[in-house]
């Protein structure tokens, strides 16, 4: 076995893992990352040459890559992803379990020489900004090139990790093998006692990128809390006011339901001299300050965005990130090295390879690229990328918003009454169903607070933990539900979406500042007709404004009958004050 790279640590907690998964997996070389440009191109060379990455037209994006990932490899895989702890309540029912000794075994057995002929990449990596309170270490053993350079643009990562590890062994520990990326060989497994990921048969991002959702959300959240703060899938922006006033909101979306979107928006013309600056598009974590605000930091440096949809309208800040030092996941390839998929700007084009390297013509029937095809980018392209970016403390949260994809039922915004009543909005959240995770399109199923995927113990105790934090906070957000894909009964949106976006975050941004109107509702607080500012918005009236913020009592009371499906699988360890708020809803309709 050869060593290449330099190890660039003496730490013997890191020196001795390494060791011993290297005796399991039986690589024929092992490659300690440092991070460095130099190391960059290099292994961009590499897996050229090697086939993983396709160059792109330099001229047209520069520095950007291609790449196919298995056609049964497309997305995450939530009945493949577990969490072992010592008993299956821990867990809760919404996660798999299995125990944590036997599943290691079934791993371990399924490793045991799985990289003979292969390379073991060593990554270190830091998630959060250098110094921050929250920053969290992590080593990810790989024998895949491509999570290597995915891995450099989503974290900080090489040396930088090792200089905040020190010689602590607090560090999470993450062992990845692609095996030969058979469905039934697939796992992703989290043993959050250990502070452990050991992901095998996936070469999927969302299931290999560890930093990102292993740790940063299951892994994260159980540590959150055991220690106090809060590991959520939110976005972080921050939205600037002519006159130079900030003020940051934190916000919770199903995947792929404009997530990257609103948090990248570009203010339409009516506002002029308004900014928004992106601090996170998917995570938050966040903490208690020293003057009982919510400080939240964003761990990632880059954005796995959604590539279809993705276009100069829906999202220009977007445009502008991926343009350059990207790499392009399961979208079309054009004959000129040109990157294609549904919902770009331009027309089709006349002939290009769709993501299985198949001939495409605008006649063909299946998709060109891949509803959950995807764009790894860095987050410093991002023309809108906060100052606070690498703050340490984070940023001061004023508002947190919960919001789904509904056709019906939900108003375009409304706010919570007070903080218990905003965490049994964010447990009771709804959405219809996206490409990015395997099953059923168009379904709505609960996902409290964007996390149901994600959160790595029983997701009643997690209630109880966002109860808990209310008496860390002297000054806590207000919490808000946002819905801007309601339908009207010919299936036309409601709402124009997107940049005019703006309109209800400044009406919640006024709100937390002291300065807007609402009225009192069954549901929160809902702003009147004059209450969002409509001036410049064609073929938009305030009567349309007041059929999307319409409550239809009929369909609240079928809406209550579904939330209950959820409660009554989490009763044995749901907080009574869910069960008291659902009962004041009720009371209200």
Known sequence: MSTLGTCNTTNRHVLNWVNEMVALCQPDRVFWCNGSEEEKQALTEQAVAEGVLIRLNQEKLPGCYYHRSNPNDVARVEQCTYICTDTEAEAGPTNNWAPPKEMKERLYALARGGMKGRTMYVIPYLMGPPGSPLAKVGLELTDSIYVVLNMRIMTRMGDVAFRQLGSSEDFNRGLHCLLDVHP???????????????????????????????????????????QGWMAEHMLILGVESPSGEKTFVAAAFPSACGKTNFAMLVPPPRFEGWKIWTVGDDIAWMRPGADGRLYAINPEMGY???????????????????????IYTNVALTPDLDVWWEGKDGPPPQECLDWQGRRWTPESREKAAHPNSRFTAPARNNPALAPEFDDPNGVPISAI????????????????????????????????MTAAAVGGLGQVRRDPMAMLPFCGYNMGDYFRHWLRMRKRLKYPPRIFHVNCFRRDAEGRFLWPGFGENMRVLKWIVDRCRGRANAYETPLGW????????????????????????????????????????LFLKLYSHLPKEMIFQRELLVARL
């Not at 959702?213 to 809390?225: E, H, M, P, V």
């Open 184 to 226: 039934d060989r697939r796992y992703i497994c989290h043993f959050p006692r250990e502070n452990l990921i050991i992901s095998v048969g996936s070469g999927y991002g969302g299931n290999v990128l560890l930093g990102k959702k292993c740790l940063a959300l299951r892994i994260g959240s159980y540590l959150a809390q055991q």
């Open 304 to 326: 796995f965005g959604v590539a279809p949809g993705t276009n100069a309208r829906t999202n220009p800040n977007a445009m502008r990130t991926i343009a350059r030092d990207t």
């Open 401 to 432: 918003i919960f919001g789904g994809r509904r056709a019906t039922t939900m108003p375009l915004v409304f706010e919570a009454f007070n903080w218990v009543h905003g965490v049994f909005v964010g447990a009771t959240i709804g959405s219809e």
């Open 526 to 565: 809902v702003p009147g007709p004059e209450d969002i500012d409509l001036t410049g918005l064609e073929n938009f009236t305030a009567t349309d404004l007041e059929k999307v913020l319409d409550i239809d009592i009929e369909e609240w009371r079928r809406e209550l009958i579904l939330q209950e499906e």
